[in-house]
């Protein structure tokens, strides 16, 4: 079964400032805080006014799709966007209080915004999916990646989403099938597809190994 | 497209809707339906013209779902190559035409948050057809139309009565513009902006947008373009191993498909890019009037759009 050099695996690139757009939205997970200051740099030495119009959401390292709700003031990175000018920061303490914030900014913003995500793999997916609700194209978002290459793995036999995989194969969480980890990606799901990998012969799985670090 | 997948209709109904736009129902030949379409797409109509062939690119604007009849405005252009003056002149009910598969380079969006519609005189024509199918969905829209004067204002009643608030019309003989700053500036996110009119309008609408902070995959327009005049030249077609005469009012495609080369095509408006043909040899410069090339394509000089697209040289080698 072909497990990479699958087209539906995401690129990404070095985040940039497109002064084109009216509005920016940033949006950062952990070592993600790096690439946007960069990029808040980048804005303020072409235009410093744009500032005004920015906005960052971020989620501190460790800060996972876990239970936690709510914002944090304390994170030494929020100290470093406001340094920078930029006059609308908001930390959370979780990736679903950022999402959920994401969501209502986006039904309340105008067209001639643009998306910046920093982060991991997996939270710049679950950005995209979002935006794609919006109809936000290619040309409004960028993203680039860093951090953990941590994967979240959709089940095709059983649908449920198994997060932060670092392993070539993984057990489900739901139906405990082991389950291959393709390329194959999906937006829509923001993950990418597990197949059961003994379903020809039982019992037969190839050696464990930690390959998304 | 060329034309040997034409399509024979006879005119059932001819209305004059304003002092320049006639408005023309096509029925099969033989009876029947009529092939299928969406909002925003395109007919041409080959008419045999006393001196030449001209074939024209007309909206339909008739329902997509009503396919006994297609529905095309025709406006009468001052100074018309002779397509326009040849509808208006010579077309009376129970003439036969030739027409071409209907064709889609206009369509909406299937994923918008919301259409803004924008109409500058004839180019309501698209709209009306898309207008059908935005009818009663539930995406928001909106259909800004500009207009000379109330007499020049086509299909309004007909508009005023489906769409009734999300209809607003402007009168140039009031002094009344479309506010694009203001209109591009305050649209949600997901919006697609879509513009049909004269030339000034659509350009005016893409670089408002574009400085409001709009991204190109949000703009659509279409423009019918006659093909621009020139000065005369000849064209040499190297498989064909044929010269061609290309008059000052002809464009290179009419007169390839005169001398009985077939070049395929789908919007003769420089737009889609289907009669793309690669130059072999040139020793002048090419007069590219598509919107098809990119600019570095155009410096480059390889390649010519011949359905508006031009030369100033002795020699020209294509590549048909």
């Not at chain 2, 009468?76 to 509808?87: A, I, L, Q, T, V």
Request: proline share 5%; aromatic share 6%.
């Amino acid at each position: 079964m072909l497990v990479t050099g699958i087209k539906s695996k995401p690129v990404y690139a070095p985040l940039q400032a497109d002064m084109r757009g009216r509005y920016h939205l940033m949006l950062g997970m952990g070592v993600g805080a790096a690439p946007l200051l960069r990029v808040i740099d980048e804005m303020q030495s072409a235009a410093a006014g744009t500032l005004k119009n920015t906005r960052v959401l971020y989620v501190p390292d460790g800060g996972d799709t876990g239970a936690a709700t709510g914002q944090v003031s304390a994170a030494p990175e929020i100290e470093r966007f406001t340094a920078a000018a930029v006059a609308d920061v908001q930390a959370f303490r979780g990736t679903p209080a950022l999402l959920e914030e994401f969501r209502s900014t986006l039904g309340k913003s105008l067209m001639g915004t643009r998306l910046y995500v920093a982060g991991p793999e997996s939270f710049i997916g679950l950005v995209m999916k979002i935006a794609l609700e919006f109809n936000l194209n290619k040309d409004e978002i960028r993203a680039e990646e860093c951090g953990t290459l941590a994967r979240r793995v959709y089940c095709i036999h059983c649908r449920a989403t198994t997060e932060t995989v670092r392993t070539n194969i993984v057990q489900c969480i739901a139906c405990d099938r082991w389950l291959l980890v393709r390329d194959h990606y999906s937006r829509r799901l923001a993950a990418y597809m597990g197949v059961m990998v003994d379903a020809e012969a039982p019992g037969e799985l190839p050696p464990l190994k930690e390959v998304f670090l | 497209m060329n034309d040997a997948q034409t399509l024979a209709v006879e005119v059932v109904g001819i209305e004059q809707v304003t002092p320049l736009i006639k408005h023309f129902k096509l029925a099969a030949v033989g009876g029947g339906n009529l092939p299928a379409f969406s909002g925003g797409s395109h007919i041409i109509v080959v008419m045999q013209g006393a001196e030449r062939v001209h074939r024209n690119p007309y909206s339909l604007l008739g329902s997509p779902q009503q396919l006994d009849t297609y529905e095309i405005g025709v406006r009468r252009m001052e100074e018309s190559r002779g397509g326009s003056h040849f509808m208006h002149d010579g077309v009376v009910v129970g003439s036969r035409l030739d027409i071409a598969h209907p064709v889609n380079l206009f369509g909406l969006d299937k994923i918008a948050r919301k259409h803004l519609l924008i109409a500058g005189g004839i180019g309501i024509t698209p709209f009306l057809a898309q207008l059908e199918d935005l009818h009663g969905g539930a995406v928001p829209y909106e259909l800004h139309y500009s207009v000379r004067s109330a007499e020049h204002a086509a299909f309004l009643e007909r508009l005023r009565r489906r769409e009734g608030e999300r209809l607003h019309m402007y009168y140039d003989s009031e002094g009344q513009l479309i506010p694009f700053e203001g209109l591009l500036a305050s649209q949600p996110l997901g919006t697609h902006v879509y513009v049909c009119g004269p030339a000034g309008m659509i350009n005016h609408v893409i670089s408002t947008a574009r400085s409001c902070g709009w991204p190109d995959s949000h703009i659509h327009w279409e423009q019918f373009s006659a093909p621009p005049v020139g000065d005369a030249f000849e064209v040499f077609l190297a498989r064909s191993k044929i010269s061609v005469h290309v008059p000052h009012d002809q464009s290179l495609l009419e007169s390839i498909e005169a001398a009985g080369v077939e070049v395929p095509y789908l919007c003769r408006g420089g737009v889609c890019g289907f009669c793309h043909t690669r130059v072999l040899e040139l020793d002048g410069e090419l007069v590219h009037n598509d919107h098809f090339l990119s600019d570095a394509d155009k410096a480059k000089g390889s390649s010519i759009m011949p359905c508006v697209s031009r030369a100033r040289c002795k020699r020209l080698v294509l590549d048909l």
